[in-house]
Nanobody, 121 residues
Framework: QVQLVESGGGLVQAGGSLRLSCAASGSIFSIKAMGWYRQAPGKQRELIATFTSDGSTIYAVSVKGRFTISRDNAKNTVYLQMNSLKPEDTAVYYC???????????????WGQGTQVTVSS
């Protein structure tokens, strides 16, 4: 089993900043990809920023230049620094991790419980 615990959401005024954290724990052999998605009311879940299996990063066009994803491999943790927040960034933000578990070296694909980010105008 793998657990993802997110933190750092909240209410912020437009133009403000928030930093999200997601820590993975449990029976982890390796993490291949880890990143952030979000889902606004009435909309589909969308990719925001992620580290891919080759170590590169992908950002949604809507957040490029404002959001930065980073990671601490020793802690199996990824962060999302969100600056210049806009009301349209309001959503539930989810962490996703894909990798291999121990002892069977089987693939896993887990989601965190989500953390609410609300940006007021």
């Amino acid at each position: 089993q793998v657990q993802l615990v997110e933190s750092g959401g909240g209410l912020v005024q437009a133009g403000g900043s928030l930093r999200l954290s997601c820590a993975a724990s449990g029976s982890i052999f390796s993490i291949k990809a880890m990143g952030w998605y979000r889902q606004a009311p009435g909309k589909q879940r969308e990719l925001i920023a992620t580290f891919t299996s080759d170590g590169s990063t992908i950002y949604a066009v809507s957040v490029k230049g404002r959001f930065t994803i980073s990671r601490d491999n020793a802690k199996n943790t990824v962060y999302l620094q969100m600056n210049s927040l806009k009301p349209e960034d309001t959503a539930v933000y989810y962490c996703n991790a894909r990798g291999l578990t121990i002892p069977t070296i089987s693939p896993f694909d887990y989601w965190g419980q989500g953390t609410q980010v609300t940006v007021s105008s």
